[in-house]
């Protein structure tokens, strides 16, 4: 008599139950990879996010030992200074600082003042009065840079001391600027 051998059972994976638990298994894998995809994204997002500016607050009035003059052309009609105790570099990559103008007749006008670099603009924040108070710019806007005149501020500032093309000079490193200015050393002395 011919001996038949009982089929083996089916694979646990094979059966229905088997069936339900993989898919189940699978949607699940899924979802979190997703999760953990859009996690991802989230945190390194290329998607270029708005500019927004920082709030701004004033200074102290500038002291005569803290201003570092500045190269603005050979024919200049002024001087020009830095107050170095007033330079800083806010969140929002903008260079802030103390201009202080000074005329060969006597004319003195000082201005706090910002400075992109990635946009090639500044913005003047307020005037400085003699008294040592400040009063509020009412042109509060960001306008392009001119590097033209003889008397070229904003151009010798972006150019010689605060900005390498459109990012902050000395890898944003305030001290070193700072330094740069009271050594009068520019960022590239040969260019004129």
């Not at 500038?62 to 052309?73: G, H, I, T």
């Not at 509060?140 to 605060?162: E, H, M, S, T």
């Amino acid at each position: 008599m011919p001996s038949f051998q009982q089929p083996e059972p089916p694979h646990p994976l094979f059966t229905v139950r088997g069936l339900r638990r993989a898919v189940l298994a699978c949607s699940l894998l899924a979802a979190c990879a997703g999760a953990l995809a859009q996690s991802f994204d989230e945190e390194f997002d290329d998607e270029e996010k708005p500019w927004q500016e920082i709030a701004v607050q004033l200074p102290p009035t500038p002291q005569e030992q803290n201003l570092a003059e500045f190269y603005l052309s050979p024919n200049a009609t002024m001087k020009a200074y830095i107050d170095t105790n007033s330079v800083s570099i806010g969140t929002d990559k903008v260079v802030r600082y103390t201009v202080v103008t000074k005329t060969e007749g006597g004319a003195v006008n000082v201005m706090y003042e910002g400075m992109r670099c990635e946009t090639w603009e500044k913005k003047t924040y307020a005037f400085g009065h003699p008294d040592g108070k400040w009063s509020r710019s009412r042109r509060d806007k960001w306008q392009p840079i001119r590097d033209i005149g003889v008397n070229r501020i904003d151009g010798a500032l972006f150019k010689d001391y605060f900005c390498e093309g459109k990012i902050i000079a000395d890898n944003e490193n305030v001290k070193s600027i700072v330094n740069r200015l009271k050594t009068q050393t520019r960022i590239d002395p040969v260019r004129r």
